[in-house]
């Protein structure tokens, strides 16, 4: 014991070094979490602008072939598949204002499972509309447009208000049937740079809607997925369980009209892999070239060591332990610098209609996390391996020959 307190004496690094190998293993760490998180962000917001609000996939329901207590069946059996996060469902109508024609989609504003709740909450002013109608009145209710659109009728009706007071009517008539007219009161406006969302989707309550359209069920089942890629396989896999419902399912597969979005993702999956390799073996490296110098200058002090008795386990241990230490310390400073860039990026990178330019994880308690932590690691290691074999190889009598 006393040797190795001596030898952890003559090994141990100078205050300059130690710093700068910390403050690099740091920044690498940092680097390589906010990849993670960035990736995973701009993964996401591609994904939700390529569906252009709709679900991965998205189902027709023939209102004439399921009952509300087959559909209840069919959800249960639905999500046994592994694949599938959650399972939604809207009722939609073709209506028309002047002459452009408008989607009114139905849709439950308390799911929070549902995609249309993060677009709808993500960025807005007002109030969600209600289930009720407004004053009573048949065919009047309450909905949430698209800033855009409310820009368009706020000129077309010389409307005086903002989006902080909202008190604004307009006539939408039915597309199957001109003499019917719906009057729709703006509650909230939503903020959306998916211009096909934000000019043409205007949002009620589903069951003011589905009495409204006289159904029993919504129109339109949506299913999210874990992995939005394996929408294709997934509908393979459902197509035998739904043909035992109702012939010739009809569904919408959100990856066939974004092929081009697709090869981006995977492009962007290849390159971010590629990034962190590069991050990861170059702090290794550079690990490894600082290390072999400091052990090539404290060759002498080696042999001193191992003359007076200090057994290959003990300089062995006094390595792992310095690097151990260096390695966790840097590591978990990394973490917590990334996650604050993680923070001050999530905060400072919004679209002109403050929608976010990428959503951030900004909970540290993640999968990246842990990963980070595992692969950073790892490497460390790796670089002191070669170090450690010399020092291994390290005898009196090669220091003697070589001095």
Same mark, same amino acid.
């Given at each position: 014991?006393?040797?190795?307190?001596?030898?952890?004496?003559?090994?141990?690094?100078?205050?300059?070094?130690?710093?700068?190998?910390?403050?690099?293993?740091?920044?690498?760490?940092?680097?390589?979490?906010?990849?993670?998180?960035?990736?995973?962000?701009?993964?996401?917001?591609?994904?939700?602008?390529?569906?252009?609000?709709?679900?991965?996939?998205?189902?027709?329901? /023939?209102?004439?072939?399921?009952?509300?207590?087959?559909?209840?069946?069919?959800?249960?059996?639905?999500?046994?598949?592994?694949?599938?996060?959650?399972?939604?469902?809207?009722?939609?109508?073709?209506? @028309?204002?002047?002459?452009?024609?408008?989607?009114?989609?139905?849709?439950?504003?308390?799911?929070?499972?549902?995609?249309?709740?993060?677009?709808?909450?993500? @960025?807005?002013?007002?109030?969600?509309?209600?289930?009720?109608?407004?004053?009573?009145? +048949?065919?009047?209710?309450?909905?949430?447009?698209?800033?855009?659109?409310?820009?368009?009728?706020?000129?077309?009706?010389?409307?005086?208000?903002?989006?902080? @007071?909202?008190?604004?009517?307009? /006539?939408?008539?039915?597309?199957?049937?001109?003499?019917?007219?719906?009057?729709?009161?703006?509650?909230?406006?939503?903020?959306?740079?998916?211009?096909?969302?934000?000019?043409?989707?205007?949002?009620?309550?589903?069951?003011?809607?589905?009495?409204?359209?006289?159904?029993?069920?919504?129109?339109?089942?949506?299913?999210?997925?874990?992995?939005?890629?394996?929408?294709?396989?997934?509908?393979?896999?459902?197509? /035998?369980?739904?043909?035992?419902?109702?012939?010739?399912?009809?569904?919408?597969?959100?990856?066939?009209?974004?092929?081009?979005?697709?090869?981006?993702?995977?492009?962007?999956?290849?390159?971010?892999?590629?990034?962190?390799?590069?991050?990861?073996?170059?702090? +290794?490296?550079?690990?490894?070239?600082?290390?072999?110098?400091?052990?090539?200058?404290?060759?002498?002090?080696?042999?001193?060591?191992?003359?007076?008795?200090?057994?290959?386990?003990?300089?062995?241990?006094?390595?792992?332990?310095?690097?151990?230490?260096? @390695?966790?310390?840097?590591?978990?400073?990394?973490?917590?610098?990334?996650?604050?860039?993680?923070?001050?990026?999530?905060?400072?990178?919004?679209?002109?209609?403050?929608?976010?330019?990428?959503?951030?994880?900004?909970?540290?308690?993640?999968?990246?996390?842990?990963?980070?932590?595992?692969?950073?690691?790892?490497?460390?290691?790796?670089?002191?391996?070669?170090?450690?074999?010399?020092?291994?190889?390290?005898?009196?009598?090669?220091?003697?020959?070589?001095?």
């Amino acid at each position: 014991m006393f040797s190795f307190k001596i030898g952890y004496r003559f090994l141990t690094y100078n205050l300059r070094r130690f710093l700068g190998l910390f403050f690099t293993i740091m920044l690498g760490t940092a680097i390589f979490y906010f990849i993670f998180i960035a990736a995973k962000g701009f993964e996401d917001k591609v994904y939700d602008y390529a569906s252009l609000g709709e679900a991965n996939i998205t189902l027709l329901l /023939p209102p004439d072939k399921i009952t509300p207590e087959n559909l209840k069946k069919l959800e249960a059996e639905l999500l046994e598949n592994k694949e599938i996060k959650s399972i939604y469902y809207s009722t939609r109508v073709n209506v @028309s204002h002047g002459s452009s024609t408008f989607v009114l989609k139905g849709i439950d504003f308390n799911n929070q499972n549902s995609h249309y709740y993060k677009l709808l909450n993500r @960025s807005h002013q007002g109030e969600d509309p209600t289930n009720t109608l407004v004053n009573d009145e +048949a065919n009047h209710f309450e909905v949430a447009i698209g800033h855009r659109l409310f820009g368009k009728l706020k000129r077309a009706y010389h409307y005086q208000g903002d989006f902080k @007071s909202l008190d604004f009517n307009f /006539p939408l008539k039915l597309a199957e049937n001109k003499e019917i007219i719906i009057n729709a009161s703006v509650k909230k406006i939503y903020y959306s740079d998916i211009v096909f969302f934000s000019e043409n989707h205007i949002f009620v309550d589903y069951q003011l809607l589905q009495e409204f359209s006289g159904l029993d069920t919504p129109t339109h089942l949506e299913i999210s997925l874990k992995s939005p890629l394996s929408s294709n396989a997934v509908i393979k896999e459902l197509t /035998p369980l739904l043909e035992s419902y109702f012939d010739n399912p009809l569904f919408f597969d959100w990856a066939l009209d974004n092929d081009d979005i697709i090869n981006i993702v995977y492009v962007e999956k290849i390159a971010v892999v590629i990034i962190q390799i590069i991050t990861a073996f170059a702090i +290794a490296i550079g690990l490894m070239n600082v290390l072999s110098l400091h052990v090539k200058e404290k060759t002498q002090q080696i042999g001193i060591l191992k003359a007076i008795g200090i057994t290959k386990r003990e300089t062995n241990f006094i390595f792992i332990i310095q690097i151990a230490f260096l @390695s966790l310390l840097s590591i978990l400073a990394g973490l917590l610098f990334g996650y604050g860039l993680t923070v001050i990026f999530d905060r400072l990178a919004v679209t002109g209609s403050k929608d976010k330019l990428i959503w951030l994880n900004i909970n540290i308690n993640n999968k990246y996390t842990l990963l980070t932590f595992l692969v950073m690691l790892t490497f460390n290691l790796l670089g002191a391996l070669i170090p450690l074999l010399r020092v291994n190889n390290l005898t009196v009598v090669k220091i003697i020959k070589n001095k």
